[in-house]
């Protein structure tokens, strides 16, 4: 069907062009009827359309050794020659074009015959996949004679699906390539992230074995006045750089690997759309080389562009229809967010998808990609629901066409399947209670805030939030933030209060960062991490405005007497050090391990001053966000902290439950040894570095670029 749609526009755009132009004709000189000028058009197409398919591959090759800049102006001008063969095969000549037309025909002809046959295989997958083996075909490895060869290993990363997502999806019907795989190959778990429950912290741990400091998705460092942000180039670069200068080895994929969309390169050689190369320059600097080699076949460029059409209206209906609807929770989804979302679910899922099938074609050894779709939409759409139902089928596609490839590889392969992170959802801390974590701290600080925030009213707290008792006390701290009573300043003195407010007045503002649910208050004037008493005495209802807070789980703050402590709503403080699973006190609502996670944080030295957790609903499985995300992670809470692992059945189970993403790399490096065998090495020799030489890791020959933001 494809063929006979292709030769009918073919046959109708020559009609056209024999309507418009003076020198071509379908009709002998006597006249003919539309019948037989149709009939005519049809045979010239079918003529043009199997010289094309025989004998053009003829031509090129045969003209291999004529230089690239001849060949491509020659190009026309055998186009045109094809084109007069064919119009002279109609029968009683009644096809005639001038030499100079035959070469505008022939190039209009062959561009609608592409651009026709590739618009009709953008949905069949099978002709998608055929033509990325043809991408592939000229690094193909041939499959050698002798021994099983060693089977390879890829490791897919669904960015942002958590556990419970997967297991919803495959039980209703979403997912059937996953749902098969467990049902015959593979088996699935979940594993426990660190506090920072983000791609940045969770793909550092898993590829490179450290996510030591990493205590958020942005956070700012005192002792260089940096802000890090993970999706930012110069920032993954150096975070890629001190976790090879901590752990000694260059990562996952040192040996024989490649590095697919992620934000780190895993140690591997090659490369395509990762992100701590992309501030490089240099001659080894192939990240972006993927875009370039998957869209130089033009029937992927216009799949691909279709597509990606096609998803920005999605998104634009959508978001027209979440908002007729007035669904809640609900964020702004307008600007450059459809090209974005179009962007992540479309090109980079094209481009990754690709760039894993022709690594699987070539035989390498390991391969790690990051899907980033799911993620995307999640934050703007919820966790749960028909947009991102969408997005996992497309995905589950996905992964069965890396699956069909994987049978026609000159190695086994088996596919694992994990995620470096999950979702959960709620309604934005600022759309809740209507002002930002930033306007709070400004508050808190006696800091100039708009005039909104000085007449709100708290919103309504959540169940577990304290009621009206911690709506009182929350707005009781704020009034006292902005107006202090002067009993209030009799009290503590009228010496000390001017003092203070004096030293608040002199110290730069405090800088306020947003991961998800995970808020970072840190104070640039002091160059150490400030303690509670030197908060207290800088911003004596700083602490009480943002404990108080019904929006807010818990803070963590350094403490001259206690080492560190937790406070929470109601006056609790408790020193990080009596806190355990068994009674994790303020921090039990967040569930296992919160104690623990926290404790390690505290110990980053680049904590901030004052760490803050959004609250959590267990009921509900709800936090707020501190950006505008309803669907966030970050912090602690729901389901943002329970990703997933799904590995075949033939590599050996992990020991207990897997807490960390570090813990995740040590069971993915042993997995890739398992494959080894006594065949030689599956994984990169642990062999430390000289201690300035974490560079020579990087896959990179320059020094780092900054970006704008340093």
């Not at 060693?150 to 019907?173: C, I, K, N, S, W």
């Not at 190959?185 to 490179?208: C, E, F, N, V």
């Not at 008493?533 to 404990?547: S, Y």
Request: net charge neutral; aromatic share 6%; glycine share 10%.
């Amino acid at each position: 069907m494809r063929v006979v749609t292709v030769w009918a526009v073919s046959t109708l755009t020559l009609l056209v062009l024999a309507a418009v132009l003076p020198d071509f004709q379908l009709q002998s000189r006597d006249g003919d009827s539309l019948t037989t000028i149709a009939f005519t058009a049809a045979l010239g197409a079918g003529a043009f359309g199997v010289l094309s398919a025989l004998v053009w591959p003829v031509i090129v090759r045969a003209l291999l050794l004529v230089p690239a800049l001849v060949l491509g102006l020659l190009v026309f001008f055998l186009n045109g020659s094809l084109l007069l063969v064919a119009l002279w095969l109609t029968p009683d000549g009644r096809g005639t074009v001038a030499p100079q037309t035959a070469v505008l025909v022939a190039a209009v002809m062959s561009a609608v015959a592409s651009a026709t046959s590739t618009a009709l295989a953008v949905r069949d997958d099978d002709a998608y996949r055929r033509r990325l083996y043809r991408l592939a075909d000229r690094r193909r490895l041939r499959p050698a004679q002798g021994p099983e060869p060693v089977p390879g290993t890829v490791f897919l990363q669904l960015d942002g699906v958590g556990h419970r997502v997967l297991e919803d999806a495959v039980a209703d019907g979403l997912m059937p390539t996953v749902g098969a795989w467990l049902a015959t190959s593979h088996r699935l778990a979940p594993w426990r992230t660190d506090w920072s429950s983000q791609t940045g912290a969770s793909q550092l741990g898993i590829l490179h074995g450290s996510n030591e400091d990493v205590p958020a998705f942005r956070w700012y460092e005192k002792d260089t006045g940096r802000l890090m942000v993970s999706n930012r180039p110069a920032s993954a670069v150096e975070l890629q750089r001190r976790a090879v200068e901590r752990t000694g080895d260059g990562g996952l994929l040192g040996y024989d690997g490649a590095s697919r969309g992620n934000l780190f390169s895993g140690g591997a050689d090659q490369l395509a759309l990762v992100l701590s190369v992309a501030a490089r320059r240099g001659r080894r600097n192939r990240s972006r080389s993927g875009y370039f080699a998957y869209f130089s076949d033009p029937a992927n460029a216009v799949r691909t562009a279709g597509s990606f059409v096609t998803e920005t209206f999605r998104e634009l209906a959508q978001s027209t229809r979440a908002r007729l609807r007035r669904r809640t929770p609900r964020v702004s989804r307008g600007g450059l967010y459809p090209l974005v979302r179009a962007f992540a679910t479309v090109i980079e899922r094209d481009v990754v998808v690709a760039a894993v099938m022709g690594d699987m074609l070539a035989g390498r050894t390991a391969v790690y990609a990051d899907l980033v779709a799911y993620d995307e939409v999640a934050h703007h759409s919820g966790p749960h629901g028909h947009d991102t139902d969408q997005v996992l089928r497309r995905l589950d596609r996905s992964l069965a066409l890396i699956a069909q490839v994987a049978e026609h590889a000159p190695r086994p392969y088996r596919i694992v399947l994990l995620s470096d992170h999950g979702q959960s959802p709620g309604e934005t801390f600022a759309g809740a209670y209507g002002l930002s974590l930033r306007e709070l701290v400004r508050a808190g600080c006696g800091l100039p805030v708009p005039r909104r925030v000085r007449r709100t009213r708290w919103g309504h707290p959540q169940p577990e939030s304290g009621g009206s008792e911690g709506r009182d006390a929350a707005r009781d701290a704020l009034r006292g933030a902005l107006h202090r009573s002067p009993d209030e300043t009799a009290e503590r003195g009228r010496e000390a209060a001017e003092a203070a407010a004096a030293a608040a007045a002199r110290a730069p503002e405090p800088v306020v960062l947003a991961s998800g649910n995970l808020g970072l208050v840190s104070f640039p004037g002091v160059p150490h991490r400030m303690t509670r008493e030197e908060i207290d005495r800088l911003h004596p209802a700083l602490l009480r405005t943002l404990a108080e807070h019904p929006g807010i789980g818990f803070l963590l703050v350094a403490s001259e007497a206690h080492g560190s402590v937790v406070l929470a709503r109601g006056g609790v403080e408790v020193p990080l050090a009596e806190l355990s699973d068994a009674d994790a006190g303020p921090l039990a609502v967040f569930g296992p391990g919160a104690a623990d996670a926290v404790r390690r944080t505290d110990g980053f030295p680049h904590v901030a001053d004052i760490m803050v957790n959004s609250m959590y609903d267990p009921a509900t499985g709800t936090v707020h966000a501190f950006e505008e995300q309803i669907g966030s992670h970050g912090g602690l809470g729901g389901e943002q902290g329970r990703p997933f692992l799904l590995w075949p059945r033939e590599l050996t189970d992990p020991p207990g439950e897997i807490v960390g993403a570090e813990r995740v790399h040590r069971v993915l490096r042993g997995w890739l040894r398992e494959a080894q065998g006594s065949r030689g090495p599956q994984v990169p020799l642990e062999i430390s570095p000289p201690g300035g030489d974490a560079e020579a890791f990087l896959p990179v020959d320059d020094p780092a670029v900054q970006d704008k933001s340093g």
